[in-house]
Nanobody, 124 residues
Framework: VQLVESGGGLVQAGGSLRLSCAAS????????MAWFRQAPGKERDFVAA????????YYADSVKGRFTISRDNAKNTVHLQMDSLKPEDTAVYYC??????????????????WGQGTQVTVSS
């Protein structure tokens, strides 16, 4: 299984970025997908997730209303649209998948597969 993130970068506060995660080596439509983020010196925190069976989405309170997760099963890709970005959103963002057929989990320890991460920096 390989997860490859893209789309990170430097943006001013109030701006937008769209992250993408391309998955390979798995039956993508049978995996929930999630985004986590990790700022320097902090734990890896849940950001958003999308289920595999019914397209249900989940968000951390800190990003609710600003971020949108979506998936394209035909392209084996999951996206994270990030709007109204704040300096506190600065972190490395990781794409993750739990075991097959497992539903969304909020804890990073429940995820079996991870991408290499993409840096998002929001300047004030």
């Amino acid at each position: 299984v390989q997860l490859v993130e893209s789309g990170g970068g430097l943006v001013q506060a109030g701006g937008s970025l769209r992250l993408s995660c391309a998955a390979s080596g798995l039956d993508f439509g049978t995996y929930a997908m999630a985004w986590f983020r990790q700022a320097p010196g902090k734990e890896r925190d849940f950001v958003a997730a999308i289920s595999w069976r019914v397209t249900r989405t989940y968000y951390a309170d800190s990003v609710k209303g600003r971020f949108t997760i979506s998936r394209d099963n035909a392209k084996n890709t999951v996206h994270l649209q990030m709007d109204s970005l704040k300096p506190e959103d600065t972190a490395v963002y990781y794409c993750a998948a739990p075991s097959r057929f497992r539903e969304v989990q909020m804890s990073a320890t429940e995820y079996a597969y991870w991408g290499q991460g993409t840096q998002v920096t929001v300047s004030s």
